[in-house]
């Protein structure tokens, strides 16, 4: 995707219209303005016919050159529909919580892989593969100790497979395919049962083709609640980013800006976030305003919380912060490394807002 694409295709379609229209109105004044500078040149090295026609056609050009001002006002323009297109409503949500069928004393989860296609941003529909036709996938939220099924049923048309990242599950549910299983054809199902071991923030993905399949969307948070939570825990809300950078662009849970969610506190309210990074690059993710509070890395507790404005999550890492809404405001929240989050069009992908009312 090329970067003029992403960036058209970031902005709402009425707004693309009109940009578009900003856009080649500007570039048609330009190339008249250049033709007739060029003519003006030519003009001059030719014996001069009149005096008063040089005049008429410098006046021309000047009239239709855009000045500095009217160029910075047709950019500006974009990123303003950028910023108040901000939350865009877009079609299909990701990360809604599962509720497991409870038999015998087993939480089973059932998980649909499918061929979709997903709104990314408003009016840019890509092709996905999703669970529950859903991306990220369902959020799968159980409890230390707790004896779990997951059932895929697989409607790809092609193979794949389950890992559970960060869960030091048994060997032979590792979910690899050639080393712990054979693939799951497509129209199999294949289940997934273990006890549920160490807390904290994991995620489920597939581990076939999965460069493909990752990138399109077959992953999703699996989050394991410590049966003794730790007191620093005890927030307000709980938040959660997947951060992907594969077919899709430039995404938090499946959605690129303005589409993406904010994050809504009181003020003096504590929130938690947990960020997944299911992408191929890094992610300094920055939060304006208020600073975090890093409790946890890949689920396991820091020896001691410390704290930063900017965390960079690293491919398949997974970290908790906890933020104390101190401050009233609107407060941006995006990935640091620019090109990620803004272009001359205005802001997209990987930004979003904290929102703390006062
Ligand atoms: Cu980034």
């Not at 303003?80 to 299909?92: L, W």
């Not at 990220?136 to 997951?150: A, K, L, N």
């Not at 951060?243 to 499946?254: K, V």
């Amino acid at each position: 995707m090329s970067n003029r694409k992403q960036r058209d295709e970031n902005i709402p379609p009425g707004d693309q219209r009109e940009s578009r229209r900003r856009f080649l109105r500007d570039g048609a004044l330009t190339a008249i303005a250049v033709s007739a500078l060029a003519a003006c040149k030519r003009s001059d090295a030719a014996p001069p016919s009149t005096a008063a026609a040089g005049h008429d056609m410098k006046a021309a050009a000047a009239a239709a050159t855009p000045s500095p001002r009217e160029r910075a006002d047709a950019m500006d323009r974009l990123h303003e529909a950028a910023m108040k297109a901000f939350p865009a409503k877009t079609r299909g949500k990701g990360n809604e919580l599962l509720a497991p069928r409870v038999v015998a004393g087993v939480k089973i989860f059932d998980l649909t892989a499918r061929e979709i296609q997903w709104e990314v941003a408003p009016g840019q529909f890509v092709a996905a593969m999703a669970y529950n036709e859903q991306v990220p996938g369902p959020q799968i939220r159980v409890r230390e100790g707790d004896r779990v099924r997951v059932v895929l049923k697989n409607e790809l048309s092609e193979s794949t497979a389950i890992h559970f990242h960060g869960l030091e599950t048994p060997n032979d549910v590792d979910g690899v395919p050639f080393i712990t299983q054979p693939p799951v054809k497509p129209g199999e199902t294949h289940s997934y049962e273990f006890t549920v071991p160490n807390s904290g923030s994991h995620m489920y993905h597939s581990h076939h083709n999965s460069t493909k399949q990752v990138g399109l969307g077959m992953l999703g948070a699996f989050i394991v609640e410590p049966k003794r939570p730790r007191k620093i825990e005890q927030v307000d809300r709980d938040y959660l980013f997947i951060l992907n950078d594969g077919l899709h662009g430039y995404t938090f849970n499946g959605k690129s800006f303005p589409a993406t969610e904010p994050l809504i506190a009181r003020v003096g309210e504590k929130i938690r976030i947990r960020y997944m990074n299911e992408g191929m690059m890094i992610h300094p993710m920055h939060l304006h305003g208020l600073h975090m509070t890093v409790i946890d890395k890949d689920g396991w507790p820091q020896p001691s919380p410390w704290r930063c404005d900017t965390l960079n999550v690293a491919p398949g890492e997974r970290w908790d912060v906890i933020v104390d809404c101190s401050r009233p405001g609107t407060w941006a929240f995006h990935c640091h490394i620019l090109p990620h989050a803004e272009s001359d069009h205005g802001m997209f992908g990987m930004v979003t807002a904290l929102v703390v009312q006062a």
